[in-house]
């Protein structure tokens, strides 16, 4: 059974920084893209990075300068190094993976359970 574990949230002041990671157990044949979403209270799950197993990244608008994603294949982890936070960055991060369990399966999409993040003073 594919696991994503979060780790890194907790309570930082406006500007400072977290970095959050994310590592994918339970034996499986490969990950291709992984990613890190974010939900706020009252409102939809968004996207905040994706990083392909090439490393080609993307980027929400509102994080670009501020963020950085990145990823360890050897480890199957993937980080969010969030500076300059703000109050809006306050939110639920989850991760997510694209898995294949075997080489002649398909790609399955697979969620951590999150890890909270709040920007406060």
């Known amino acids: 059974q594919v696991q994503l574990v979060e780790s890194g949230g907790g309570l930082v002041q406006p500007g400072g920084s977290l970095r959050l990671s994310c590592a994918a157990s339970g034996g499986f044949f490969s990950i291709n893209t992984m990613g890190w979403y974010r939900q706020a209270p009252g409102k939809q799950r968004e996207l905040v990075a994706t990083i392909t197993n090439g490393g080609s990244t993307n980027y929400v608008s509102s994080v670009k300068g501020r963020f950085t994603i990145s990823r360890d294949n050897a480890k199957n982890t993937v980080y969010l190094q969030m500076n300059s936070l703000k109050p809006e960055g306050t939110a639920v991060y989850y991760c997510?993976?694209?898995?294949?369990?075997?080489?002649?399966?398909?790609?399955?999409?697979?969620w951590g359970q999150g890890t909270q993040v709040t920007v406060s003073s």
């Open positions: 997510n993976a694209g898995v294949a369990q075997y080489s002649n399966t398909r790609y399955l999409s697979y």
